[in-house]
Structures are given as structure tokens and as C-alpha cells.
């Protein structure tokens, strides 16, 4: 049997599989309503922009159980990002979604300047 997971902590890998369950419900339940009602798209937005920028590594460390994971959150929070604003953009709620995403997005932005290591595009990992 292939050890696809390798040395991962037990916690870490419950903490995925549950994201992953909490994203596939997220999907669930989008899919069956056929409705984004009380969903933040901004946020989601912002899960997005986390997930491409976070993961620019990946295909630089090579890990089947976190190439997996990475391709699996790039995907999903793009897909529910076209479910929000493409296919059910009719039964988005633009005024109750009143997250100030400009203003993390900024605050992010310049906290950055003062707390990095180098200037570069994408970290080192330490993973193997």
C-alpha cells in the first residue's frame, strides 16, 4: 500500500478532511437550493485570492496528499465563486453582503511590507 499522507500530523489531517467536508457541504447546499442567499461572495472572493496566492508552490513541492489539497481549495472556491456571481447571480443579496473586504485587503496589504522575510512571489516551504 502507497503511503500517500507520508509524516503528517494526525490533527492536521482531521483539520483538512474537515475544511474539505465543509467545503463540499458549502457545495451541497448552494447546489440543491439553486441559491447563494447568505452567502458572502466577498468573502469568497477573498478565500479565492487566499487559496491562488497561498499556493503558488504547487507544483514546486511535490506532495500527492497536499498537491491534492491545494487543487481541491483552488478549485472549489473558484467554482463557488462562478456559482455566485455567474450561474445564480440572480439570488445573490448584493446589499446584505456588507463585508468591508477593501479594508482588510489594505490593512493585509501594508501589515505585509513590515512583517516579511524577502521579496519574493512565492515562500519556501519547509514540507517535504
Avoid at 456559482?83 to 493585509?108: G, P, Q, V
Amino acid at each position: 500500500m502507497v503511503n500517500i499522507i507520508g509524516n503528517l500530523n494526525s490533527f492536521r489531517f482531521c483539520g483538512d478532511m474537515l475544511h474539505v467536508v465543509a467545503i463540499i457541504i458549502l457545495l451541497r447546499y448552494i447546489w440543491k437550493a439553486q441559491s447563494v442567499n447568505g452567502i458572502s461572495g466577498k468573502s469568497r472572493i477573498l478565500f479565492a485570492l487566499v487559496y491562488t496566492t497561498r499556493y503558488l508552490d504547487l507544483f514546486s513541492v511535490i506532495s500527492v496528499y497536499n498537491t491534492i489539497l491545494k487543487v481541491i481549495y483552488i478549485i472549489t472556491s473558484y467554482v463557488t465563486l462562478y456559482l455566485i456571481y455567474i450561474k445564480l447571480r440572480y439570488t445573490y443579496d448584493r446589499s446584505n453582503d456588507t463585508f468591508r473586504a477593501e479594508i482588510l485587503i489594505m490593512s493585509a496589504s501594508v501589515l505585509a511590507l513590515f512583517v516579511n522575510h524577502e521579496l519574493s512571489l512565492s515562500e519556501k516551504s519547509t514540507e517535504k
